[in-house]
């Protein structure tokens, strides 16, 4: 008898918790909608009061923030490290050149298509990737998917009767709808179609960290023994972060793509992967508006390592050799600074200054 009316007690209880919890993620998804919509609508109209190339910046800094959010929801909430992150973008930019190509990329739904199968081929290397990497840790887990980055031009280079080498691919894209005008700016399309797709990204992020598999993957990169002793299946729960992680770098992958109109295994490589990891490291792993500081220090960093090469007139060829390294340099150097200062990121620093 005793036992029956505990295990009503509990029925009862789990009854209450779910009634609860259900208003409750409705309001969660209801706010993160809302800010959603009302940051879209703000940014839309900056478009219009900006320069093409500024609109380029934004579309460029979007396409980023389709990425870094899922490697923080990768390193930050799950305690798994990524350095191959470039190579999944690049897994989701080729489906969309080979997609354009394949169709013709003069019709209006062929580049939701193309993008659609960018995301879906990163999804599937991710889930194989996240597979291995589920019996990896710390520094083996890095190495293995540094391996992944280095891998990406030798990939394109064995297979360049499909990749195109070393070249890349090119492909077209179909003009802004008529129904915006006939001088509707190009750039400023770009810019609508990348903030579409970080807006979904980030909107998708928020509320899955704030969901029982958020929960899930926190209790797995804080301790991975309580949290299997507490009905936790690790590996699963690795390899769905890593496939989710994934998707972002896919759908980031394709946006960079179709702002370049072009594919090339070299845009790819393990500086960029490099640099993913030291974007999210800035902007701060603790939560998703980290991303949004990474990707903005990401962008505006490259002037000014421009304006040093230029500064230091080292003449053409030494400026050739540092035109890959420099940027790295310093936003390596921009890294240190705000380790020093704020050990949580631009985000938690911006946040003391608030409060303050």
Do not use: K
């Not at 062929?110 to 589920?134: D, E, K, N, W, Y």
């Amino acid at each position: 008898m005793d036992s029956r009316v505990i295990d009503e007690a509990r029925a009862g209880g789990a009854r209450r918790a779910s009634e609860v919890s259900s208003p409750r993620r409705v309001n969660t998804l209801l706010r993160h909608l809302v800010i959603a919509v009302v940051v879209g609508v703000v940014v839309v109209c900056a478009t219009y009061q900006i320069s093409p190339f500024r609109n380029y910046q934004l579309a460029t800094v979007a396409a980023y923030l389709c990425v870094l959010p899922g490697l923080i929801v990768l390193t930050g909430f799950n305690g798994q490290i990524s350095l191959g992150h470039g190579a999944l973008m690049a897994a989701g930019a080729y489906p969309v050149a080979l997609s354009q190509n394949l169709l013709g990329g003069d019709a209006w739904w062929h580049l939701p298509v193309s993008i659609l199968a960018g995301v879906v081929v990163a999804v599937l290397v991710g889930a194989v990737i996240g597979v291995a990497a589920a019996r990896l840790h710390g520094p083996y887990l890095a190495g293995a998917t540094l391996a992944v980055a280095v891998s990406v031009p030798a990939v394109a280079t064995t297979f360049d009767g499909v990749f195109g080498g070393d070249a890349g691919l090119s492909f077209a894209l179909a003009p802004a709808p008529s129904s915006l005008g006939a001088y509707f700016p190009f750039e400023r399309w770009q810019a609508w179609v990348a903030l579409l797709g970080a807006g979904i990204v980030m909107l998708l992020l928020a509320n899955l960290v704030r969901s029982r598999y958020g929960r899930t993957f926190r209790a797995v990169r804080d301790d991975e023994v309580a949290a299997a002793l507490a009905g936790i299946h690790v590996g699963r729960a690795r390899v769905l972060a890593f496939v989710v992680s994934a998707a972002g770098a896919g759908l980031g992958g394709a946006m960079f793509a179709v702002l370049a109109q072009s594919v090339s295994p070299g845009a790819y490589g393990l500086t960029l992967s490099l640099n993913l990891v030291l974007a999210v490291v800035l902007g701060g792993l603790g939560g998703l508006r980290g991303a949004v500081w990474g990707a903005v220090a990401l962008v505006a960093l490259q002037p000014v390592a421009d304006a040093a090469t230029g500064w230091l007139d080292l003449g053409a060829a030494a400026s050739q050799r540092l035109e890959g390294t420099l940027p790295l340099a310093v936003f390596g150097l921009a890294l240190i600074v705000v380790m020093t200062t704020a050990p949580g990121g631009l985000d938690a620093l911006v946040t003391r200054i608030l409060r303050r």
